[in-house]
Structures are given as C-alpha cells and as structure tokens.
C-alpha cells in the first residue's frame, strides 16, 4: 500500500465539547493539584483550559503503548528518552501523552514538566480517543511548534504522522501535513531532523 501524503484534514480543527464551565489557567491547574482537588490517579489532563477527563484505556491500547516503547528505545540517540504517559506543560494545556521523545534526563528540568523546547517527538495512540487526538490533542501540539506528532490508530490499522506545525501565531493552529502509513508500510523516525531509523506499522499494532 503507497503511503499516502496530504494536507492536514479539516478535522483537526474539532473543538472540545464544553458545557456550563470555565477555563483555568496552567497555573491555577497546578494550585489545584497541590491543594489536593485531584486524588492521586484521577484520568484528568488539561486541554486549552478545559480540565477533561481522560479516555478509559483498554488491552489493546496498552499493547501499542508497549509495542512503540519497544520499537522506539533501541534507536533513541545519546541524550534522548521515553516518557510514557507523563504531562508535558505547553501555553495553555497540560495533557499526558502516550508517548514522548524528550531531551535529557529526569533531573534536567527540576521543578517543571518537559515543555516544547524539550520535545522532539509526541505519540498518542487512538482507539476510542481517535477524534480527540486528531481534533483537540493535534491542536494543542500545533500550536505549541511540536515539529512531529504521530498517533498510531488502532482502528484503521494505520499510523499517522503529522508534521508543519502553524504555531501559535496562527489563529487556528494545525499541522499542515498529514502522512498515512498503512499496516505494510514503515514510518521513519526522525529526531532533530535526521532520520534515525524506520518502524514497520505492523510492529506497533497489538
């Protein structure tokens, strides 16, 4: 199957479904934390200051989460590393990423979650959470200049990559490019513009 390269969708630019509610700062989203409004473990993550319960993952989502940090850690250059499911901090969100290629070790950033300047990388993988992480979660990351942005979708058997971030200055911010890997295709990888490797879609699906 031919990969296939095309502008980023129209879908990206999905909203959060909000009710009768009101945003918080990252700020005031760590206040909380600290004053104890969030037991520990609660599935809650901060997007574009709306505090969103997160998905209910399953098997099959953990499987992939597992699948990726097998493929990705042997190729990471010196310097780099896995973060599984923990925050990173952009402008106005804090959201947990399955997967995080981040610079340096647990105790290069005393005090603070990696931020974009720290992030070569983001993975999410999507089966209930699809629309979330093609809409809201590709957003965020845009507009924080994430340069690569894959979510491996477990329900077209397929691994997207997103690249060409907007920025923040854009009014609405998006990737302008999509690639879609197919279950006989490989993605490559790439960290700070050199391609270090390649992993076979396959390899990443439970």
């Known amino acids: 199957m031919p990969v296939k390269t095309n502008p980023a969708p129209s ?23 600290k004053a104890g ?15 969103v319960r997160k998905m209910t993952r399953n098997v099959p989502h953990d499987q992939a989460i597992e699948l990726v940090d097998e493929q990705f850690s042997p190729l990471l ?3 780099w590393r896995l973060r599984i499911q923990c925050a990173i901090t952009t402008e106005d969100s804090e959201p947990e990423p399955d997967v995080g290629v981040i610079r340096g070790g647990p105790r290069s950033r ?10 070569a990388m983001l993975v999410e993988v999507a089966d209930a959470s699809l629309e979330q992480d093609r809409g809201p979660k590709a957003r965020i990351y845009a507009r924080a200049g994430i340069g690569i942005y894959w979510i491996v979708n477990l329900v077209d058997s397929q691994v997207e990559v997103y690249t060409e971030p907007t920025g923040r200055r854009n009014q609405q ?15 490559p990888l790439f960290i700070e513009g050199k391609e270090i490797g390649r992993i ?5 699906l439970p």
């Open 11 to 33: 879908h990206l630019n999905g909203d959060i479904p909000v009710g009768r509610m009101r945003k918080f700062t990252v700020d005031e989203y760590h206040s909380m934390a």
């Open 37 to 51: 409004v969030f037991k520990d473990g609660d599935p809650f993550e901060l997007l574009e200051g709306w505090i």
């Open 77 to 79: 250059p010196t310097g």
């Open 110 to 119: 005393p005090g603070r979650h990696p931020g974009p300047q720290d992030i």
């Open 173 to 187: 911010p998006r990737y302008r490019r999509q690639t879609i890997y197919g279950i006989n295709d490989s993605v």
């Open 200 to 204: 076979a879609v396959r390899d990443m």
